[in-house]
């Protein structure tokens, strides 16, 4: 194997194994039912002006990164090392 084979295999298990974090670090569809069935309001400050700023928002847009990542370099070994 040659030594950007390897480099690129290393890279991408390495994205794989930050990409399963990604998922599981973060809030399921259904997570804040809870909230509602306990009465409190859904419409909060960050909810409604900087949603775009929570942690959850910067987890969801870093796991679409990464899964785009993901799937280029899938594509790109595949089709070109003919795994």
Do not use: P
């Not at 775009?52 to 910067?58: P, Q, S, V």
């Not at 870093?62 to 899938?74: D, G, H, N, R, Y």
């Amino acid at each position: 194997m040659s030594t950007i084979r390897i480099a690129v295999t290393v890279v991408y298990i390495v994205l794989c194994l930050v990409l399963v974090f990604l998922v599981f670090k973060g809030k399921g569809q259904g997570a804040d039912l809870s909230g509602g069935i306990a009465g409190r309001s859904a419409d909060t400050y960050f909810t409604t002006h900087g949603k775009k700023h929570t942690e959850d928002a910067m987890l969801e847009k870093a796991t679409a990164i990464m899964a785009a990542v993901f799937i280029v370099l899938s594509l790109i070994m595949n089709m070109g090392w003919g795994y």
